[in-house]
């Protein structure tokens, strides 16, 4: 059974950054790919960014495209999600999902393994 935990979340001021983590109890690669998913208060889950199982390909929320950069270091099974000219719109709780798919990454409901979640506050 594939566990994640997220880490790194927070308040920040508008404009500020924060790297938000999603750490696995076992090795992700090259067998999972990961997603970052957010859902803010009132409103629907929504795909963030994804990273294939090797890192080879990535995708990206037009909301956050040149904001926000996902990267993941296989060695320590980790998946970050480095997030940059924070808006207040992009609170929500962040969650990291799993799913077993060998080529390509997309925001689908295919994600099988979910962490907690993570709060991230932008507020001045």
């Known amino acids: 059974q594939l566990q994640l935990v997220e880490s790194g979340g927070g308040s920040v001021q508008p404009g500020g950054s924060l790297r938000l983590s999603c750490a696995a109890s076992?090795?992700?690669?090259?067998?999972?790919?990961i997603g970052w998913f957010r859902q803010a208060p009132g409103k629907e889950r929504e795909g963030v960014s994804c990273?294939?199982?090797?890192?080879?390909?990535?995708n990206y929320a037009d909301s956050v495209k040149g904001r926000f950069t996902i990267s993941r270091d296989n060695a320590k099974n980790t998946v970050y999600l480095q997030m940059n000219s924070l808006k207040p719109e992009d609170t929500a709780v962040y969650y990291c999902?799993?799913?077993?798919?060998?080529?390509?990454?997309?925001?689908?409901?295919?994600?099988?393994?979910w962490g907690q979640g993570t709060q991230v506050t932008v507020s001045s």
């Open positions: 999902a799993a799913v077993y798919r060998s080529m390509g990454c997309y925001f689908s409901d295919e994600y099988r393994y």
């Open positions: 990273i294939s199982s090797r890192g080879g390909m990535t």
């Open positions: 076992k090795s992700t690669s090259p067998y999972y790919a």
